[in-house]
């Protein structure tokens, strides 16, 4: 992991003056009206504006991308966006990613509609487009790092009857397969205001791997009510999960070899899993006060709970594969967060120049509650050469007084942005941000970090359209994370802050390109990081972290059929300040990220309606540190993919898919666990899906 483990919609104004200039409108869509691109867009500004008048750079991966390559998780549906990489997902428990060099697991980085959550997984079927926001975005969405940050956009109910039925089956060889199927249908209540929507959807299958199952129940229902000013939308989501409590493999500092061992091979036992369920219930509320004003409402209320069995591996023997293992449990994990906004933006006039103003409220609360990890037996009879499972026990968890953990974090904040346009071609972008905290943590009665204060937070951009379709911008902000630990004391340490600066150029091609090139560089300070000593992970903190690089990404038509989305970045994330690790390299960060994917639009093979679409393309990674110290890499890898969908115009149309991933059957490594050389995640070998679904 890296070092930092420890813890809108603006109506338009009455015609009053001179107005932004808008773009001309350019092919964005292939011919049966599928995107790669949203030229439009809320995420960065909380105001829905030309993403060419942005002074930020940000990739939307549309419903159409994601519906391609059949994504699954948030490591699918940002696979093919530079600078992002994966980074510790505690054995598969959580979403953990890294953007332009930070991020980790429960980083609060990734936003459902706008509101942060505490779901592990927050991609899921109820997702229909996924913005990733790069560099800080703490003025406008509190705690986050200078990195960015990751806002899922949901499906919502409409005002026409309509939907999807489906089921797909998984192959993984080895005879190892899975099945998944679903229903997302919606539709208004006659004679009233109101549109509602429900969606379900079940997973039952082998986990790819030599055992382990993976197993999921999805319910969203959604109820909409619009009038003539006021648009109110009430959801709930709710999942069980079971997941495979998976620490990947080993690799030998001594040998500067990876265990060789087959990649399916376990190191762990059967009962090391996951069981779960986690909750969202959210309130959004859009209400037109009149002459170009709105008011803007959310709030939402997450939960996850979940125990987890596992296997540790503390040490082994490359020569003799004997390896030392040690079974913990966690046997109740509980968090919980209340997460609100209210906004109100507008359009005004002053000393001759539009503006474009929001005010905000915001409050987030973070509770959380679980026993004690547990250590229990070790066992060293385990052979990786020759592995025999079933000869240790999983730990029996045993209550002990006083050592339950619990954190709370409580955020409180002011806000406000200025989007002025100076002349015809400039745009000022300005905003500040109050932000109170308060956090208390510790273990029984002892309480670990008992800390509050408040902190400003500014960002200032501009943009200057040079013409309709080219821009430039710059950009500078700082971000926000107060430290906290729940088991180490390690005292009421100052917040991470953090400072970055971006120049950026955004463009159209003629055909329908769009594409976004950003330099930047960003310092963070008082980070802190996990190190394992004697097996015990303890917290420390980092005088000062530098992540600087370019990125490059595009998406769109190259064709009336064919479709583009290409993406490289570069990225040198280090230590500065630190008595044992500056001049290294942070952990799971890729120096180099590249994808190419295409899709065609062929039409037709038979009669007049339907048609065939297929593509595919390759994803890169570079070479990463697999820990803190940079004892060992991670080695860089590609990776192939490719589709074939047809629909067939029927009275009910019926389109069949079929996804070929690691089509070359790659053995690569997606993550390590940052602190050691044990927990390396293993990427999915070659695996095909078969979708049917027919819509109604």
Request: proline share 4%; hydrophobic share 35%; with cysteine.
């Amino acid at each position: 992991m890296p070092l930092s483990n420890a813890p809108a919609l603006a109506q338009t104004a009455e015609d009053k003056g001179p107005k932004p200039i808008l773009l001309a409108p350019i092919l964005l869509e292939g011919r049966d009206g599928t995107t790669y691109t949203a030229p439009v867009g809320t995420t960065a500004t909380r105001l829905e504006v030309p993403v060419m008048e942005v002074p930020q750079a940000v990739t939307t991966v549309t419903g159409q991308a994601l519906r391609d390559r059949e994504a699954d998780s948030i490591d699918d549906a940002l696979a093919t966006v530079s600078g992002v990489t994966q980074t510790n997902t505690v054995a598969g428990k959580e979403d953990a990613v890294i953007r332009r060099g930070f991020g980790f697991s429960r980083d609060g980085s990734i936003l459902t509609d706008g509101l942060k959550t505490v779901l592990p997984h927050s991609f899921n079927a109820t997702v229909s487009s996924v913005d990733v926001l790069k560099g800080p975005a703490s003025t406008l969405y509190g705690v986050l790092d200078p990195g960015g940050m990751i806002n899922l956009t949901t499906k919502k109910p409409e005002s026409r009857f309509g939907g999807t039925a489906y089921t797909r089956l998984d192959a993984y060889g080895a005879g190892r397969t899975g099945a998944k199927a679903g229903v997302d249908a919606t539709g208004p209540v006659d004679g009233t205001g109101l549109s509602w929507r429900f969606i379900a959807e079940g997973e039952n299958g082998d986990y790819w791997r030599n055992f382990g199952t993976r197993k999921s129940w999805t319910v969203a229902p959604s109820l909409r009510w619009t009038g003539e000013t006021t648009d109110v939308t009430l959801s709930y989501l709710h999942q069980d999960y079971e997941v495979p409590y998976d620490r990947g493999t080993v690799y030998d500092t001594r040998t500067g070899r990876f265990a060789a061992i087959d990649r399916r091979t376990r190191l762990d036992e059967e009962f090391g899993r996951t069981d779960g369920a986690s909750d969202l219930a959210k309130l959004l509320v859009d209400h037109r006060l009149g002459n170009g004003w709105k008011l803007s409402a959310g709030y939402a209320w997450s939960a996850d709970d979940f125990r987890a069995d596992q296997v540790r591996v503390l040490g082994f023997n490359g020569t003799t594969g004997i390896v030392n293992r040690r079974a913990d449990v966690r046997d109740d994990y509980e968090v919980q967060a209340h997460a609100a906004r209210l906004e109100l933006m507008g359009d005004t006039r002053f000393a001759g120049m539009t503006q474009e103003l929001l005010f905000g409220l915001s409050y987030d609360h973070e509770a959380t509650d679980r026993t004690a990890l547990q250590n229990c037996r070790t066992n060293s009879s385990f052979n990786m050469y020759n592995p025999v499972y079933g000869r240790m026990a999983p730990c029996a968890y045993v209550p002990v007084a006083g050592t339950d953990e619990h954190e709370r974090i409580e955020t409180a904040s002011l806000y406000l942005q200025d989007r002025i346009h100076l002349a015809r071609d400039w745009i000022l972008v300005a905003g500040m941000r109050y932000q109170g905290y308060d956090i208390r943590a510790g273990r029984g009665a002892v309480v670990n970090t008992d800390t509050d204060g408040h902190v400003w937070l500014p960002n200032l951009g501009l943009v200057w359209t040079a013409t309709p379709a080219l821009s430039f911008y710059a950009n500078t902000a700082r971000s926000f994370r107060p430290n906290s630990s729940i088991t180490s004391a390690y005292g009421s340490l100052p917040p991470e802050t953090g400072t970055s600066h971006e120049l950026g150029a955004k463009f159209e091609l003629a055909q329908g390109i769009t594409g976004t090139l950003a330099l930047y560089t960003a310092r963070k300070k008082n980070v802190a990081y996990a190190e394992t000593v004697n097996g015990t992970t303890v917290y420390r903190t980092a005088g000062l972290v530098r992540s600087r690089g370019v990125e490059l990404d595009l998406a769109g038509q190259l064709t009336e059929r064919l479709q583009l989305i290409g993406s490289y970045g570069f990225t040198d994330a280090k230590v500065l300040d630190d008595p044992d690790y500056a001049g290294k390299q942070l952990a799971n960060v890729a120096r180099q990220t590249a994808a190419v994917y295409l899709a065609y639009d062929h039409g037709a093979l038979f009669g007049s309606g339907g048609g065939l679409r297929l593509g595919g393309g390759v994803r890169l990674v570079g070479a990463r540190a697999g820990d803190n110290a940079n004892s060992y890499d991670l080695p860089g890898y590609g990776v192939v993919d490719a589709f074939a969908a047809y629909t067939f115009d029927t009275a009910r149309p019926v389109t069949v898919q079929l996804n070929l991933n690691n089509l070359f059957d790659k053995t690569y490594y997606t993550s390590s666990i940052g602190n050691s050389a044990y927990g390396i995640a293993i990427g999915d070998p070659f695996n095909a899906s078969l979708r049917v679904s027919v819509a109604f």
